[in-house]
C-alpha cells in the first residue's frame, strides 16, 4: 500500500534528522576545553546543533520535494494553480520557532549569567589591544589588587605581553584598546570579548587546565591582524608565584654585562631597551633575534644599524636621530616597500624620553647584521 506523501517525508525527516544529529554531535567543534565556562557552552552548543539539524532537515525536504513532485513538465507553459492561505498552517509555523527560539534565548542567558558572575578570589587583569600585540598589566601587590586603568602605566603594575595564569584561580579580565577595535579570543576558554576604542570591556574565567594556549585577535585590525598572538601560560600556584616574583623584581643581568650587546648607555640600558622592545610588542610587527622578535609587517631590524646609517643620510640625521623619529613618528618617513599607515603613531606618547633612548641605543647596538 503506497504511503501519504506526508507520512513519507516525515519518515525521511526523522530518519535524516537522527542521522544527521548523531553526525554533528560526534564533529569535535572545538580544541580541548581549559577553563570551567567551557562544559556548559559546549552543552549549550551541543542543543543549538540538536535544534537547528532537524528544521534544517524539514526545510530540506519539502524544498526537494516540492521541487520534484509539482516541477514543470516540458512544454508546460501554463500558470500554476493559485494559493490561498492556510491560516492552521500559518499559526503553527510561526508559533513552534516562537516558543523554540525564546527557550533557546533563555538558556542562553542562563548560561552567560552564570559564566559572568563574580567569583570570590578573583585576579583583575587589564588587557590592552595594540596593533599589533597584546600588553597584559598585573598589580604587584595582592591576588585581587586592581592594577589601575587599563592601558595607563602605573607604579604598581607589572605589564607583560605573554598571559600568564593561575590555574583554578578566578579571572576578571578589564579589556580596552589603545586604537582600533580588536578581539580578545582563546579558543580553548571558549568566551570572545571586543577591545572597543574609548571604552572597556570585561570577561571573566577560570582556567583549569595546564598548558600554553594562543590568545588571537578574532577582528580584522589591519595588515598584521593575522600576527596579532600571544601565549597564554596556565600555570600552579607555586609556579605562577614564581613567575610573578620575577616580574615585580626581575633578576639582574649576570655581571653586570649588556644584555643583547652593550649599547653605549651600558648594559642597564641595553636591558631596559630589550625590555621596552618585548613589552610595547614590538616583535609582532618586526624580526630582531636578539629579542626574539619575529614579525614581517615592518623592516627586519637584524640590520638596523645599517639601513639607518642608510636612511638618516637620506634625511640629513643621524642614526640615532632616525631611529628615534621613526619610532615617535613613523608618518614621517616609511621604509620604501613596507605600507604606510601601519606603524602606531602613539609611541611618542608612551616612552618618556629616557624610555625612547634606552629603545633606540638598544635596537643600533643589536641591528648589526
Not at 519518515?11 to 554531535?25: C, D, R, W
Request: charged share 10%; net charge positive; proline share 7%.
Amino acid at each position: 500500500m503506497r504511503k501519504h506523501p506526508i507520512a513519507q517525508m516525515l519518515t525521511i525527516g526523522v530518519v535524516a534528522s537522527l542521522i544527521g544529529i548523531a553526525i554533528v554531535l560526534n564533529i569535535h567543534w572545538f580544541p580541548k576545553s581549559a577553563d570551567t565556562a567551557a562544559h556548559p557552552i559546549d552543552t549549550l552548543y551541543d542543543v543549538l546543533l540538536i535544534c537547528s539539524v532537524p528544521i534544517f532537515v524539514l526545510v530540506m525536504t519539502v524544498a526537494i520535494y516540492s521541487v520534484v513532485k509539482f516541477r514543470a513538465r516540458p512544454g508546460d507553459m501554463s500558470d500554476g494553480a493559485p494559493i490561498h492561505g492556510n491560516t492552521r498552517l500559518e499559526v503553527i509555523w510561526v508559533t513552534i520557532p516562537f516558543l523554540m527560539v525564546t527557550a533557546l534565548a533563555i538558556y542562553g542567558w542562563v548560561v552567560l549569567n552564570n559564566v559572568e558572575a563574580k567569583k570570590p578570589n578573583e585576579r583583575m587583569i587589564n588587557v590592552v589591544g595594540q596593533q599589533f600585540t597584546w600588553h597584559f598589566q598585573y598589580a604587584k601587590n595582592g591576588a585581587t589588587a586592581d592594577p589601575g586603568p587599563c592601558g595607563a602605566s602605573g607604579p604598581n603594575q607589572v605589564t607583560t605581553n605573554e598571559l600568564v595564569l593561575q590555574k583554578d584561580q578566578p579571572v576578571y579580565f578589564r579589556i580596552c584598546t589603545k586604537d582600533v577595535i580588536h578581539s580578545f579570543w582563546v579558543p580553548e576558554f571558549r568566551l570572545k570579548q571586543d577591545a572597543v576604542p574609548g571604552i572597556n570591556t570585561h570577561m571573566r574565567l577560570t582556567p583549569n587546565r595546564d598548558g600554553t594556549y594562543a590568545v588571537v585577535c578574532a577582528e580584522l585590525c589591519g595588515l598584521g591582524h593575522s600576527t596579532m598572538r600571544s601565549p597564554v601560560h596556565v600555570l600552579n600556584g607555586p609556579q605562577f608565584a614564581t613567575w610573578l616574583k620575577q616580574q615585580v623584581s626581575p633578576p639582574a643581568t649576570a655581571g653586570g654585562g649588556a644584555a643583547g650587546g652593550g649599547a653605549g648607555g651600558g648594559g642597564a640600558v641595553a636591558a631596559q631597551g630589550k625590555q621596552l622592545f618585548t613589552a610595547n610588542g614590538c616583535g609582532g610587527c618586526h624580526t630582531l633575534a636578539a629579542a626574539g622578535g619575529n614579525g614581517t609587517v615592518g623592516p627586519n631590524l637584524n640590520n638596523l644599524a645599517a639601513s639607518a646609517a642608510k636612511f638618516g643620510k637620506q634625511l640629513g640625521e643621524t642614526p640615532q636621530q632616525y631611529v628615534s623619529e621613526s619610532i615617535a613618528n613613523p608618518g614621517k618617513f616609511t621604509v620604501p616597500g613596507f605600507p604606510k599607515g601601519v606603524m602606531p603613531s602613539t609611541f611618542g606618547q608612551q616612552l618618556s624620553p629616557q624610555q625612547l633612548d634606552a629603545l633606540v641605543k638598544y635596537l643600533l647596538s643589536v641591528g648589526k647584521g
